[in-house]
């Protein structure tokens, strides 16, 4: 059955490899000259095995050129990855610099942030990375005019570094910039700042942030409020800068987040408008002209939207769906999915590292599979029903495909989404019709304004809508883990419960049976593995945090400046990995006053958080403790320290200044060993040990149980 799959889906048999070997050539570092060598040298065999085979005919080593070609087509990745690696300049260099602003991306609290591409500089460090795509932020309070597409602006400020997160299951935000190709961050807040000019050559990508921002502009200026403005820019121009954090949030937790994603819904719409429009300008006939308008169209919609790799993948197979209409051949709907893999992986081989990538291709794959699958359960004859059964049926299908993915990168499932996409997804088409419509007759002040208001009450209801599945009970479960093991357990579950429906043999029951039996001992396993109890030590924003969790709580010290959506950006994967509590408590660190206290006990080892502005008693301390965590720049040095308790090991923010800091390290150089600095080493993780680590530790010798330092 595989073998038959793989015979009539050609172009798949190449991307696999393709796949894998960009993937490996992320991690091993191999010279330019081996990779070609190494390719070439596959290719070679690859020819030279089919020719020898065809004349020969050798049965027997029939499965040889298969082989060289899945290793060839490994190599070529490696290959391919290797010549289109980005590179980013990863320093704090003081510099000065000419850049164009391609668009601008939104917004934080002090600067504007934009998409730059480099013109020029004095420093040397800066030549390599001419051309190169970066990330500027500018001070909002300096700016006398904000910068628009296609200014060139003169800068001074200072690069930021790429930096992996400390927090363990942080999201990589540096990673992403890289792999999105952004080869600098450069920030400028007290430096020149000043618009020199605007750059008069073309460049396709300012031309279509441009018309981005004119058309933005259009619905702001008819009276468009500013929220249903900021959704409306996300569903049909790609664009969620202006959406709020808690619009966002409501979104993601009404499982609605794919409608504000540009994907094949958006992309279909506009297919089927496109053709509309052809068949009433006379153009059904004319296939040729009907083939290159749909092309140019879609391309030209993927670019304005940002050439996401959901929107590429659904512009590339509705315009070989087109092409296949012309040509009057019916197509194979995996080989025009391989096509689009191996399209965008050309275009970017970095696409594979985008989440993006596959959840629009495996939504696509697994509503293929299971929608008539599901849609056969029930048949009914009234329209109406027929139509809501459907819909119902393709949001399951898709869902069965993408919630291992979810979780795993999101750590979280929307209950209600089927509520949301029954709801939200038919008016979805009259928006984008009703945008599109405005965008025509914007000469018209009457049409406009009469299309827009129409266009501003849809919006309305659709926020209105989210909002209210947002607010439904229990409408998100959260702390959500999966490893990448239990993924891959998961989708083969699911593929042999396709290969039973086809062919109907026993044995794919038995390896159903067997990979479920195996997805349950796995998530026993992680069960027994998780600590009772689990202290976290880790740096916020320049702040300490110190999290302690078990079973029935999830308590945080911090700071009161420390947002909550700072918070779980940067543990919300720690919690979901140990299964913490989902409603957490935070208690300020200004609460903790007077006498340092011994806060918690963690099995046999202790804890005392000890606040900068902290009494200490005249008297030695008489309980010892493990972890003295202070807040800031102790104020007594180490030897002092030791008059006023017992302990073994002192953690420290390292969010204060830095002569400060290296004079008090210079002073304690002695005890080097016993000071824990949280910016350097990366976040404290104190487990207190489970019967499981016991029963390790007796088996198999020594095991450190009790700590673990992760960066």
Request: net charge positive.
């Amino acid at each position: 059955m595989i073998s038959n799959f793989f015979d009539r889906t050609p172009l798949l048999r190449f991307v696999i490899p393709l796949i894998i070997g960009i993937a490996i050539g992320e991690y091993l570092e191999i010279p330019f000259w081996s990779l070609l060598i190494v390719m070439c040298f596959f290719c070679l065999t690859f020819f030279i095995s089919i020719i020898w085979i065809r004349k020969q005919a050798h049965y027997k080593w029939r499965f040889a050129p298969g082989i060289v070609f899945v290793l060839s087509g490994i190599a070529f990745g490696m290959f391919y990855h290797h010549i289109r690696k980005p590179i980013v300049l990863n320093s704090k260099v003081k510099s000065e610099i000419v850049v164009k602003i391609i668009s601008d991306i939104g917004e934080t609290p002090k600067s504007l942030k934009f998409d730059v591409k480099l013109l020029g500089s004095h420093d040397s460090a800066f030549y390599n990375f001419l051309g190169k795509n970066g990330r500027l932020y500018l001070n909002k309070e300096r700016l006398k005019q904000k910068p628009k597409p296609g200014d060139i602006w003169l800068v001074t400020g200072q690069l930021i570094p790429f930096e992996s997160p400390r927090t363990p299951f942080m999201f990589d935000y540096s990673d992403y910039l890289k792999k999105n190709r952004i080869s600098f961050q450069f920030i400028s807040f007290t430096g020149t700042c000043q618009n020199i000019g605007t750059f008069q050559s073309f460049d396709l990508f300012v031309f279509c942030s441009k018309v981005k921002q004119q058309l933005i502009q259009l619905f702001e200026d008819y009276g468009m409020a500013q929220e249903e403005r900021a959704v409306l820019n996300a569903l049909f121009l790609g664009d969620k800068s202006e959406l709020s954090y808690d619009q966002k949030e409501q979104f993601a937790t009404a499982g609605a987040m794919h409608l504000l994603a540009v994907s094949g819904l958006h992309v279909g719409i506009i297919y089927l408008l496109v053709g509309c429009l052809l068949n009433v300008c006379g153009l059904r006939r004319k296939r040729l002209m009907r083939v290159f308008c749909v092309i140019l169209v879609l391309l030209g919609y993927a670019i304005l939207t940002g050439m996401s790799p959901s929107v590429m993948r659904a512009s590339i197979m509705f315009s070989m769906v087109e092409v296949g209409q012309c040509l009057k051949r019916r197509m194979n709907i995996f080989n025009v999915i391989s096509a689009s893999l191996l399209i965008i992986l050309l275009l970017d081989p970095l696409a594979i590292y985008s989440i993006g990538f596959w959840l629009s291709h495996v939504a696509v794959v697994s509503i293929i599979l299971f929608y008539p699958i599901i849609n056969s359960w029930f048949t009914f004859k009234f329209v109406p029903f027929k139509w809501i059964w459907s819909l119902f049926s393709v949001s399951i299908a898709a869902q069965v495909g993408t919630f291992p993915l979810g979780i795993a990168i999101f750590h979280e499932f929307p209950v209600y989404f089927i509520i949301s996409n029954l709801l939200l997804i038919p008016i979805v088409a009259p928006i984008l019709i009703l945008a599109i419509l405005s965008v025509m007759f914007q000469f018209s002040s009457f049409l406009s304004q009469m299309l827009i208001g129409c266009l501003s009450d849809l919006l309305c209801f659709l926020n209105t809508s989210v909002a209210w599945i947002d607010g439904l009970p229990n409408s998100l479960l959260s702390h959500l883990y999966l490893n990448w093991y239990q993924v891959a357990f998961i989708y083969w579950g699911l593929l042999l419960i396709v290969m039973f429906r086809e062919s109907l043999r026993i044995k794919y029951i038995r390896l159903l049976v067997m990979v479920v039996v195996l997805i349950g001992f796995s998530f026993q396993i992680n069960h027994w593995l998780k600590p009772n109890q689990l202290l976290v030590v880790a740096q916020l924003r320049g702040k300490i945090v110190v999290n302690f969790i078990n079973h029935d709580s999830n308590k945080v010290f911090i700071d009161r400046n420390i947002s909550t959506r700072n918070l779980e950006y940067h543990l919300k994967g720690l919690w979901s990995f140990y299964n913490a509590p989902v409603d957490f408590k935070m208690i300020s660190n200004d609460s903790i006053t007077g006498l340092p206290v011994v806060f918690n006990q963690l099995g046999a080892c202790s804890i005392l958080f000890v606040r900068n502005n902290v009494v200490w008693p005249s008297t030695k301390l008489s309980q010892p403790v493990n972890w003295i965590i202070f807040d800031r720049i102790p104020k007594q040095s180490m030897d002092e320290l030791g008059l006023k308790i017992d302990f073994e090991q002192v953690i420290i923010n390292g969010g204060w200044n830095e002569n400060e800091k290296n004079k008090w390290l210079k002073e304690n150089s002695d005890h080097v060993e016993k000071i824990y600095l949280i910016d350097e080493k990366g976040t404290l993780i104190i487990k207190e040990t489970t019967y499981w680590h016991k029963l390790n530790q007796i088996l198999f010798g020594n095991m450190v149980v009790l700590s673990l330092n992760l960066r």
